[in-house]
């Protein structure tokens, strides 16, 4: 489980130049705690995607995410396990309209074997950290340019080990997913980099790709220090490169 409190990340984000705010991903019982909220709609309609909150979260938002109020079948199928779709009608459109895949039958391969995130407590928070919640973060979510990433993908290792699974990887699901369907432990310190799914890339900068890590990666990744690469060379002289700051 998530620790009790939440590490401190102002060293990282100071070494990262990082502008742009961390958004975490909780599955906490009492939604009231995250205030302000914003929520797509239930029921049929319009059916917006969870990157159009994006705005919101860089206003202080709390885009609050339900099995009846969830945006596009995407994310209901990737938090709750909602079908908005019968399953051959879901693979004839990831494949025949979306041209996801080679074939259907690897199309539906991913449709009937890709896992999806149960939550806990029926309530999905992704917005603004919150230290006081810490026990219900599972995610944390970095916006960042490569410069910002190739960073934060050097941390990942920093604590790794040869021969144990590689703590990156760039997986394939909707954007949303890769918030937290790709851990199948959260409680490994793992890391994703997302924002890859072209379907909610508009939503994004065009220089910003998503590094999503556990609770206890993002431990890590607070712990370290100048007497790691960040103190060291070669992350100066790619600072002195980009005129100072990497964002």
Known sequence: MPPAHQPDPAALVAALDL??????????PHPE??????????????????FHFYRCWLKGETLHLTADAFGC?????AFFGVQTRARDDFIDFLWGD?????????MAGWVDNAPTYRPEHGHVLIGPLKPELAAYLRTVTFWVNPDQLSVLQHGAYHHHAWGEPDPVTVPFGSGCSELVVPFRNLDAPQAVIGGTDVAMRGDLPADVLAFTVTAPMFAR???LGNDSFLGKGFLAR???TRGGALG
Request: proline letters at 12%; a positive charge.
């Open 19 to 28: 502008r742009t705010p961390l958004v975490g991903f909780y599955d906490a």
């Open 33 to 50: 705690a995250f205030a302000p909220l914003v929520a797509p709609k239930p029921g049929p309609g319009r059916r917006p995607c969870v």
């Open 73 to 77: 079948g995407g994310c209901g199928r």
């Open 98 to 106: 979306e041209g996801l895949r080679a074939s259907r039958e690897l």
């Open 221 to 223: 990744l607070c712990s």
């Open 238 to 240: 790619l600072r002195k």
